[in-house]
């Protein structure tokens, strides 16, 4: 079966940014736009209908190819805001120097999240999705269920008094800043409970199992 190897472009029709990268391939019409962080991102922004792909050259081996990008795809390349390049090409992207993450930083300084994409990044960590449900916490491994040394037990009156009075007597720094900003923080929140402990959410935003009211 024939390789196919080659520098190709990648171009956005909207903003006009591109893509230059190497690829092989026994298929030449397998839809390959690029690799890196951005061109992805930008893609997946933008819709795949407004980019444009066009092959640049030609070569009989991998190594020729990959030496062209490297020709083409140089730090003073990456440097430039018009193209999604975030390393050097060819045999020098596995080179992450300071300046390359200096790079990096500058090209991503600036990027917001919309709400949404929060949003859907934050429950893919959620749960069992969390890569670590269900482990024990490695800087302290003993301190969940049956394995923390007050399960099943409770501090008498006495001990809470002295735990209450130790943090009274806290080196903490409650500035008037620190106070407002605690204030806002809560401001139009109210009690609920889900009969074991009290929290605060804003109204019909609490989880399920929580009431109306403190404990």
């Known amino acids: 079966m024939k390789k196919y190897h080659y520098v190709y472009r990648t171009t956005n029709k909207v903003t006009g940014k591109f893509y230059i990268g190497a690829h092989s391939t026994n298929n030449i019409h397998d839809n390959y736009y690029g690799s890196g962080i951005q061109i992805k991102q930008a893609i997946k922004k933008y819709g795949l209908e407004n980019f444009t792909f066009e092959i640049l050259e030609f070569f009989e081996t991998r190594k020729q190819a990959f030496e062209k990008e490297f020709l083409l795809v140089n730090e003073q390349f990456i440097q430039n805001s018009d193209n999604y390049n975030m390393t050097v090409g060819g045999l020098g992207s596995s080179v992450k120097t300071e300046q390359w993450k200096n790079q990096v930083s500058s090209k991503l300084k600036g990027r917001k999240f919309t709400e949404e994409h929060s949003r859907k990044k934050s429950l893919a960590q959620t749960g069992q999705k969390n890569h670590r449900y269900g482990k024990p916490n490695p800087k302290n ?23 209450s009075n130790s943090r009274k007597k806290s080196k903490v720094n409650l500035t008037e800043e620190l106070i407002t900003a605690y ?15 009290s929290r605060r959410f804003y109204e019909n935003q609490q989880p399920s199992g929580y009431t109306r009211g403190r404990l």
Do not use: F, V
């Not at 491994?141 to 809470?160: C, I, V």
């Not at 204030?183 to 402990?197: E, M, P």
């Open 141 to 163: 491994p003993k301190l969940k269920g049956k394995e923390n040394g007050m399960y099943g037990k409770h501090h008498t009156e006495e001990t809470r008094k002295q735990i």
């Open 183 to 197: 204030s806002n923080a809560c401001k139009g929140k109210l009690w609920y409970n889900d009969g074991n402990k």
